[in-house]
């Protein structure tokens, strides 16, 4: 079973965007497995949230000019 993670901020993509993300990941996969893949192909985006991870030694928050508008 192909299995793809998504790990991103809270607040970064849409309800589409990420809707788009499962259709274009799985796609890609199928690409590459056959079609006999996509039945079997599970795409799992996980969001975390502001203070919840850290890059070069800091921790890290989302810029506001990098949030979604439509969080639904």
């Known amino acids: 079973m192909p299995?793809?993670?998504?790990?991103?901020?809270e607040g970064a993509?849409?309800?589409a965007q990420k809707e788009e993300?499962?259709?274009?990941t799985t796609q890609m996969l199928v690409d590459?497995?056959?079609e006999a893949a996509r039945p079997h192909t599970m795409v799992?985006?996980?969001t975390?949230?502001?203070g919840g991870y850290g890059?070069?030694?800091e921790v890290f928050?989302?810029?506001?000019?990098?949030?979604?508008?439509d969080l639904a």
């Open 3 to 9: 299995f793809a993670n998504f790990k991103l901020p």
């Open 13 to 15: 993509l849409t309800k």
């Open 21 to 24: 993300l499962i259709h274009k």
């Open 32 to 34: 590459y497995l056959s």
């Open 44 to 46: 799992l985006i996980e």
């Open 48 to 50: 975390v949230p502001d």
């Open 55 to 57: 890059r070069a030694d």
């Open 61 to 69: 928050t989302i810029p506001e000019a990098y949030r979604a508008g």
